[in-house]
C-alpha cells in the first residue's frame, strides 16, 4: 500500500468507518453461505475461474476514479432505499425458493442501494462502471450455463467441420460427434467455448470502457467478443483435428488441449487489439474533454458533508437500512422457515409389480447422488410382455435450499447431448381422478427417440415449470414452513417401426398406473398422522 494510499485512508472519517464495519458486518452475515458457495464452488470451474480478478479489477476501477470521486460532495438520498430493499425482497425469494442467483442480483442491489442512500447519484455516477462490474463475479444460473453449452458446442462443431473440410480432411459431424474417418472426436461441455465466451466478453467489456472512442465503436468491440469467441473455439477444434492425424490422441487431451486453450485466449485477446487499432482510425477522431478541477491538491479528502438528512451514525436512512439488514440476519439465521417433512413411505418399497409391467431396480452412482442432494430416490426400469420398457425415476426432497433443489430434466439431460422436441403439457386422466397435466417432450440424439414426461409434485400441488417450484416454495416456506417436494420423471423409447402416438399411448397407460400408487409415498397437501 504506497503512501498516497495511506493519506487517503487516514483521512476518512472514523463515523465513515463505523458505518463501513456495521454495514460490512451485516452484509457478510446475511450473504456469508452464497458467496462461499460461489467462491469455493462456482470460481474454482474452470468457467468462471477468471472471476477471481473481478474484486481486484473493481478496486482499482475504484481507486482509478478518486480524485474525481472525492471531490464531490455526498448527498444523502432515501432513494437509495429502493434498491436496498428490492435487494432483500430477492434475497427471500432466493433463499426460500433455493435459487442462488437471485441471492447474487440481491447482493448487488444492496451494495448499489446503501452506496446510493449515502453518496446520492451525482457521486455514484463517477464509480457506476466498477459497480456495474461487480455483476461480472457472478456464475450464470445453471439452466443458462447448460443451454449455452448445448448451442455453443452445436455452433463449433459444425464450424469446426467446415474449416477442417475447407483444409482439405474428410469430415462429418453428427450432432456434437466430429467423424474423421481414422478417428471420432466429441466437442463436450469442457470444449463448448462457453469459457472463452464469458471471459472474452468481460475482457473485450473492460477494453472497451477505456477505449476512447464514440460509442458505437466501444459497442462493436464488445458484440465482436461473441463470434470472435466461437471462431477461436470452432479454430481450436478443427486444429485438434489436423494434429490428431499427426500425433494422435496427444492432440485432445493431457498438456497440449490445455496449453492450446491459453494459446486460443492470448490470440483473441490479439484480435481485439487489432480491432480496436482499426476502428480507432475509422471516421472522426474522438476528442476527450479534460475534466478541470478533478485533481485536488496533495488528494486531500474533503470534511464529509452530507446534505439533506442529518448526519453521524444518527442519520434516519442509515438507521432504517442498519434496521433492515439487522433484522434480515436475524430471520435468517434465528427463524427456521423449512422444517424437513419425511416422505410417507421410503422409495425403496415401490412396487416392482404394476399390472403388467415387472420392474428391476437400479442405482445412482455415489458422484450424482453427491450433487443432487436429494432425501430419496428410486429408479426402477419396468418392461411389458412385449419386452418394451419405461424408465421410471423418483427423487424427493425432505427441504429445499439453494444449490439443494430439483433440477429439472429440461436443463440437465441436454447436457447429455439430447435435444427436446415438441416440447408441452400433456393430460393424463385416469377413473373418476381430475386429469393432471405433465410435461412432455421428445428427446433426440442422432437417429435415437425417447418419450419424456416429468413434473414436480409439491405438497399437493402438480407443478410443470422451475419458476412455479421457486415461488411455490418461497410461499410455503413463509405460510408452512414447508419446501418439501419431488421430481417424478419418465421415459420409453419410441422403437423402429414404432410411431409417435404408439409410444405415447404406452406412456399415457404406464404414467395412469403408477400416479395413484405414487400418491401413497409422497406427502400431500395435508401431512398425513
Known amino acids: 500500500m504506497n503512501n498516497k494510499m495511506l493519506a487517503l485512508l487516514k483521512q476518512v472519517s472514523p463515523v465513515c468507518w463505523m458505518r463501513v464495519f456495521l454495514y460490512g458486518f451485516l452484509v457478510l452475515g446475511i450473504y456469508y453461505s452464497a458467496l462461499a458457495e460461489m467462491v469455493l464452488k462456482d470460481w474454482a470451474r474452470e468457467d468462471y475461474s477468471h472471476c477471481y480478478l473481478i474484486p481486484f ?4 476501477l475504484i481507486w482509478e476514479k478518486r480524485n474525481q470521486f472525492i471531490s464531490q460532495q455526498s448527498v444523502a438520498t432515501w432513494i437509495g432505499f429502493i ?29 448499489v442501494g446503501l452506496c446510493l442512500l449515502h453518496f446520492g447519484w451525482q457521486k455514484i455516477k463517477t464509480i457506476w462502471f466498477a459497480l456495474f462490474m461487480l455483476l461480472a463475479m457472478f456464475p450464470y444460473p445453471y439452466f443458462v450455463t447448460v443451454r449455452l ?53 468481460v475482457l473485450a467489456l473492460i477494453l472497451a470502457y477505456w477505449f476512447k472512442a464514440q460509442f458505437w465503436k466501444k459497442a462493436v468491440l464488445f458484440l465482436s467478443s461473441i463470434p470472435i469467441a466461437i471462431f477461436v473455439n470452432s479454430f481450436r477444434i478443427a486444429l485438434t483435428g489436423v494434429l490428431y492425424s499427426f500425433i494422435g490422441a496427444a492432440a485432445a487431451e493431457g498438456f497440449f488441449h490445455g496449453f492450446s486453450g491459453w494459446l486460443i485466449f492470448i490470440f483473441t485477446l490479439g484480435i481485439l487489439l487489432i480491432e480496436m487499432w482499426i476502428l480507432k482510425r475509422i471516421g472522426k477522431k474522438f476528442v476527450q474533454s479534460e475534466e478541470k478541477g478533478k485533481a485536488l491538491a496533495a488528494e486531500r479528502v474533503p470534511a464529509e458533508e452530507t446534505r439533506g438528512i442529518g448526519r453521524g451514525l444518527l442519520q434516519p436512512h442509515f ?36 399390472a403388467e409391467w415387472t420392474g428391476t431396480r437400479q442405482t445412482m452412482e455415489q458422484k450424482f447422488i453427491d450433487v443432487l442432494d436429494f432425501s430419496d430416490y428410486t429408479i426402477i426400469d419396468y418392461k411389458n410382455p412385449q419386452g418394451q420398457t419405461v424408465n421410471f425415476y423418483v427423487a424427493y426432497y425432505e427441504t429445499q435450499r439453494k444449490g439443494e433443489s430439483i433440477h429439472s430434466p429440461e436443463t440437465c439431460l441436454p447436457g447429455s447431448g439430447w435435444e427436446f422436441k415438441e416440447a408441452g403439457l400433456a393430460p393424463v386422466a385416469w377413473g373418476n381422478k381430475s386429469a393432471i397435466r405433465v410435461s412432455r417432450s421428445f428427446m433426440v440424439s442422432g437417429d435415437t427417440q425417447q418419450l419424456v414426461y416429468y413434473w414436480f409434485p409439491q405438497r399437493g400441488r402438480i407443478l410443470n415449470h422451475l419458476y412455479q417450484l421457486k415461488l411455490y416454495a418461497f ?26 402416438p404408439e409410444a405415447e399411448k404406452r ?23
Open 319 to 354: 438507521l432504517a437500512a442498519l434496521g433492515l439488514l439487522g433484522l434480515t440476519l436475524v430471520f435468517s439465521y434465528g427463524v427456521e422457515f423449512r422444517e424437513k417433512i419425511a416422505i410417507a413411505k421410503p422409495l425403496n418399497q415401490f412396487p416392482l409389480q404394476i
Open 149 to 201: 453449452s448445448l448451442y455453443l458446442k452445436l455452433i463449433s462443431s459444425q464450424i469446426g467441420v467446415w474449416l477442417l473440410q475447407l483444409y482439405g480432411m474428410s469430415a462429418y459431424r453428427e450432432g456434437n460427434i466430429i467423424d474423421l474417418g481414422f478417428t471420432q472426436l466429441q466437442v463436450v461441455d469442457a470444449c463448448s467455448g462457453l469459457r472463452y465466451l464469458i471471459s472474452l466478453m
Open 475 to 500: 410461499w410455503d416456506a413463509l405460510t408452512q414452513q414447508r419446501t418439501d417436494g419431488a421430481l417424478v420423471r419418465i421415459i420409453t423409447p419410441v422403437y423402429a417401426g414404432e410411431t409417435r
Open 83 to 111: 434498491p436496498v430493499t428490492l435487494g432483500i425482497l430477492l434475497y427471500w425469494l432466493g433463499e426460500l425458493g433455493g435459487e442462488t442467483f437471485t441471492i447474487y442480483i440481491s447482493f448487488w442491489l444492496v451494495i
Open 57 to 60: 479489477l473493481v478496486f482499482y
Open 507 to 529: 406412456m399415457q397407460g404406464f404414467t395412469q398406473q403408477v400416479v395413484p400408487i405414487l400418491e401413497e409415498f409422497l406427502p400431500g397437501r395435508e401431512l398425513r398422522k
